[in-house]
């Protein structure tokens, strides 16, 4: 009886834990249904479907434009300097150069502000312009995501992203959607495969 009572509890054991092992195996299997996530490079689609040139032309044109209007302020500013130093003489008092030498502080304060307010324009815009993008292509990354099996999508990003299976990338699939869907005139500047 007491030969049997080891191969028992051992039996036992192997039993116990082979329905643990089992068990896990089924609930990473459960985990893993459902759970895939999809990749999407947000720049490869840009650069591959030519918006990411036409996003860099349309900041570029309004960064001309808040450029010529601060070389506008700035040289109102530097006739109005100018002006003010002439109307103060030769030889002007203690008090009237503590005033102008403010009234040049002012002025390049201003300047300054008006600069920081046209870079925040500028990045403004440009968030604008890739909220505009991300949300084009929304309905496109969710179908192509759905082809996958996937129930979530990221973006590609190196600071986030350590690692992906390239069969849950879907940035192709996007392209071709994101081709699919253009006029013909911005179709001639899209590249549906990777260019390296």
């Given amino acids: 009886m007491r030969k049997f009572l080891p191969l ?37 689609v840009a650069k591959r479907v030519g918006r990411d040139k036409l996003f860099t032309e349309s900041l570029a044109q309004r960064q001309t434009a808040l450029n010529d209007e601060l070389v506008k302020m700035q040289e109102d500013l530097r006739t109005k300097v100018n002006a003010k130093q002439a ?46 993008f991300r949300e084009e292509i929304r309905p496109m990354a969710q179908e192509a995501a759905k082809s996958i ?3 979530m999508v990221v973006t590609k990003n190196d600071a986030f992203l350590l690692m992906h299976d390239a069969k849950h990338d879907i940035t192709d699939k996007v392209v071709a959607a994101l081709i699919a869907k253009a006029p013909s005139a911005s179709k001639a500047n899209a590249s549906p495969t990777p260019v390296n």
């Fill in 87 to 132: 109307s103060l003489g030769p030889n002007p008092s203690e008090t009237a150069a503590k005033e102008f030498e403010q009234f040049q502080q002012q002025a390049g304060t201003e300047l300054n502000q008006a600069l920081q307010a046209a870079q925040a324009k500028l990045a403004e815009e440009q968030a604008v312009l890739v909220t505009r």
């Fill in 8 to 44: 028992f509890a051992a039996i036992t054991i192997t039993t116990i834990f082979s329905g643990c092992f089992d068990g896990e195996q089924q609930a990473e299997k459960n985990a893993t249904q459902g759970s895939i996530i999809a990749v999407v490079d947000l720049d490869d």
């Fill in 149 to 151: 099996g996937a129930t």
